[in-house]
């Protein structure tokens, strides 16, 4: 059983900032790509950053220059710095893993439950 667990999720004033944390358990073999997406209420969830086992980073147009992601993988976690915060950033955050298993050594694609960000104008 593999699980995904938000944490860092608040309510923040406009231009401040938030650190977003995620941390997979189980019985885990490897963990490739992780990434965080946000669905806003009445929204499609929409991609707001990904990061390689390697670190390799792609962002959203909307939250380049303004969100870090990054991932520890000795502790199977992966963070989303947020800087200079937009009411428009409002939304439930969801992390997001692609985990290999002990038990079968497939790799499935796990979602976390989200953390919710409030941005204040």
């Known amino acids: 059983q593999v699980q995904l667990v938000e944490s860092g999720g608040g309510s923040v004033q406009a231009g401040g900032s938030l650190r977003l944390s995620c941390v997979a358990s189980?019985?885990?073999?490897?963990?490739?790509?992780m990434g965080w997406y946000r669905q806003a209420p009445g929204k499609q969830r929409e991609l707001v950053a990904r990061?390689?086992?390697?670190?390799?980073?792609n962002y959203a147009d909307s939250v380049k220059g303004r969100f870090t992601v990054s991932r520890d993988n000795a502790k199977n976690t992966v963070y989303l710095q947020m800087n200079s915060l937009k009411p428009e950033d409002t939304a439930a955050y969801l992390c997001?893993?692609?985990?290999?298993?002990?038990?079968?050594?497939?790799?499935?694609?796990?979602w976390g439950k989200g953390t919710l960000v409030t941005v204040s104008s």
């Open positions: 990061i390689t086992r390697g670190g390799s980073t």
């Open positions: 189980g019985n885990i073999f490897t963990i490739n790509g």
């Open positions: 997001n893993a692609d985990i290999t298993t002990t038990s079968d050594y497939i790799t499935v694609n796990y």
